[in-house]
């Protein structure tokens, strides 16, 4: 499990910086190039008490958080963590034909956030390509209501306060019928479509409206968060509360049929992307990241004495950031972290940052600095970055795994930076490849009620016939010695956590089923390790927001849950996971990935995750290893099959109805 102790204590410093300096008031701004000072950047590597990443997992469990607790009490404030699910309140499906004939389905939703007499419902407007398959959706908040987003009568008028715009129909602090469409060029649904990409978007004012005074009337209240005019120093704002609806919203959308839970891409202009990308750092779920013209606060470099400055932004936006960033405002080289750091925390997943060339204020070419010093961290996962750190030419996007454009204009949001965006997801989040060409293709498992009776054709490894021996071989290949209790086949702990079963069946592909039960003993930690390799993580996860790529749910150390699906230790719990095994050749070099898509408790939570050599370093042939193991991994490389071990990790965690169903590739000649 990732290391969550507390690395430092900055509250003395902030102090200090705050009320002992004296107040720092905004300089004149700088927009010559010739007048910005020397700066050298927080090393991003860096982790807690000095010790660097070196490879991606030392940077993904003890440099990454250390990094992002540095923006936390410096900038965004503390996660708002362990908050209550979204639920629906009311939604409508409709089956739309958008101008030029384009068919489409609309959906709008009031999703509650938070709990009692503060929740907040917040108004979710989607629009989809009207196709068999589930589709990727860029998602984004927007200023003026879902109205303005797109002229359609039947999207709801924004009932929230939002800043006075008489021309654009927002009258008296509220949207009128005359605000329809007024945004529509900063939301281009049709040519998005057009490439089979979803769009959902809604009102950041629903969650947070966008003043001083907003936190009263904000989502803050329900999630039991101050309203005080004395905030702790690493208190939660705006832009922190406007991540944090983004990650509720992704709740509800990964659950819809229409839509592809493993490509949502959070998009966010001007304030709304400094809030995407803090999303895209503290919810690893999000499938890509976008910024367009963020800014100070967001892409761009802090310390670079050009355009908004930190003073400009913390004395004309008070509620935007944790009250610690004030004290930075003329002091940026004291600030511990910088824009790289936060752009590095999207890392390796897929990361776009967009200027305009006019944007002087935003400092377009601190945004693309800042993304050159971040891109080392993508090397670390194997990834080209930007692959140049010269600044490109106008309208000329550049980059692999992070991208980069700056646009000719003003600061705005236009067709052509969502076309850049679509370009770029078009190559870095494929289409999930399904078991097009294996029996029994579509998979949604029967997981209710419990236990669950096999299929006719599955092998049973252990079952409910108390008369049958359970399936399943020791480490050294002789009879187990875990008991049977109830029915349950109980983990028999070691003091070196490595009395593993194996399964005296080995497979290739398979639909595995397992019923389980998680003891608060060492968190209920164990695990289904397939083939010996890849683990699904059975914790005791219930609660966690969002979850991690160690909880219940994962894929340990390849891709966290889309979903927490967990129940309470001390209930039943069910895993069905469809496995497609890697292939090798001759030598036992990966040929071809191998994926999982996986169901707990009713919920998808892995959907055609890809993966080739093994990452965790528990895996049985390394933890434990005997001359038995060494002869079955040696057949595995040989054969492509191997068995399915059942980890001990410390925890009595009990295992039932446990089977697997053979999965037959077939030829395909199309």
């Not at 979803?198 to 009337?217: F, K, L, N, Q, V």
């Not at 509800?252 to 202009?269: K, S």
């Amino acid at each position: 499990m990732t290391d969550t102790k507390q690395y430092f204590s900055p509250k003395v410093f902030l102090i200090v910086l705050s009320f002992l300096l004296p107040h720092h008031t905004a300089a004149a701004t700088n927009y010559d190039e010739s007048y910005v000072k020397k700066y050298t950047l927080p090393d991003v590597f860096a982790g807690p008490n000095g010790k660097r990443a070196t490879d991606a997992n030392v940077w993904q469990d003890h440099v990454r958080p250390y990094q992002l607790q540095l923006l936390e009490e410096h900038i965004y404030g503390i996660r708002l963590k362990n908050v209550p699910a979204v639920s629906v309140d009311t939604v409508e499906r409709s089956h739309v034909t958008l101008d030029g004939n384009l068919n489409a389905i609309r959906l709008q939703a009031k999703l509650q956030m938070g709990t009692g007499r503060h929740a907040k419902l917040v108004d979710v407007l989607v629009y989809l390509p009207s196709t068999d398959t589930p589709t990727p959706v860029f998602l984004k908040l927007n200023f003026m209501g879902n109205q303005a987003e797109y002229k359609d009568p039947a999207i709801h008028i924004c009932q929230s306060w939002l800043h006075d715009d008489k021309k654009n129909g927002i009258v008296n602090n509220r949207a009128t019928e005359a605000s329809r469409g007024k945004r529509s060029r900063c939301w281009p649904i049709q040519p998005m479509l057009a490439r089979n990409y979803g769009m959902a978007t809604a009102c950041y004012s629903d969650i947070h409206p966008d003043r001083p005074d907003g936190r009263i009337d904000s989502v803050l209240p329900s999630l039991g968060r101050p309203t005080d005019d004395e905030l702790p120093l690493n208190e939660p704002n705006a832009i922190a509360t406007w991540a944090w609806g983004l990650s509720r919203i992704l709740d509800w959308l990964v659950q819809l049929p229409e839509v592809d839970p493993t490509r949502v891409v959070v998009v966010g202009h001007s304030r709304n992307g400094k809030a995407a990308l803090w999303a895209g750092a503290c919810d690893e779920r999000f499938a890509m990241v976008v910024s367009n013209e963020s800014g100070c606060g967001g892409a761009a470099l802090g310390r670079r004495n050009y355009g908004e400055t930190i003073a400009d932004i913390t004395s004309r936006f008070p509620h935007w950031f944790c009250p610690s960033f004030k004290a930075y405002a003329g002091r940026e080289n004291l600030l511990p972290c910088d824009a790289h750091g936060l752009l590095a925390m999207v890392a390796p997943r897929p990361l776009y940052i967009a200027s305009a060339i006019q944007d002087h204020w935003a400092d377009p070419r601190g945004e693309f600095l800042a993304a050159v010093a971040a891109e080392p961290v993508w090397k670390l996962f194997g990834h080209a970055g930007l692959e140049t750190s010269t600044w490109p030419s106008v309208d000329t996007p550049v980059g692999r795994r992070v991208g980069y454009h700056v646009r000719s204009g003003k600061h705005d949001l236009l067709e052509y930076d969502w076309l850049c965006f679509a370009d770029f997801a078009d190559k870095n989040l494929p289409a999930s490849q399904p078991m097009t060409n294996c029996s029994d293709t579509v998979f949604q498992p029967i997981q209710a009620p419990l236990p669950v009776k096999p299929p006719s054709d599955a092998i049973i490894l252990f079952g409910d016939n108390r008369d049958d021996a359970p399936q399943f071989k020791s480490m050294e290949g002789t009879e187990i010695d875990w008991p049977i209790e109830d029915g349950s086949l109980v983990v028999k702990t070691s003091k070196t956590h490595s009395n593993h079963i194996v399964s005296s069946i080995t497979f290739e592909d398979a639909d595995i089923h397992v019923e389980f039960m998680v003891s608060p003993k060492s968190h209920g930690n164990s695990g289904l390790y397939i083939h010996g390799h890849y683990e699904m993580q059975i914790l005791d996860s219930f609660g966690v927001e969002p979850p991690t790529e160690h909880d219940e749910g994962s894929l340990y150390r390849f891709g966290k849950p889309l979903v927490n699906a967990s129940r309470p230790a001390g209930e039943w719990q069910v895993y069905d996971v469809r496995f497609r095994a890697p292939r090798r050749d001759k030598t036992g070099q990966v040929t071809r990935q191998g994926s999982i898509t996986a169901w707990l408790n009713g919920k998808l939570v892995q959907n055609g995750i890809t993966f080739s050599k093994p990452r965790s370093p528990y895996i049985p042939y390394r933890h434990g290893v005997t001359d038995f193991l060494r002869t079955v991994e040696k057949e595995l490389l040989e054969t492509g099959a191997g068995p399915l071990f059942l980890q001990d990790h410390g925890s009595p965690t009990r295992f039932r109805n446990i089977w697997i169903r053979p999965l037959v590739e077939h030829d395909s000649t199309e």
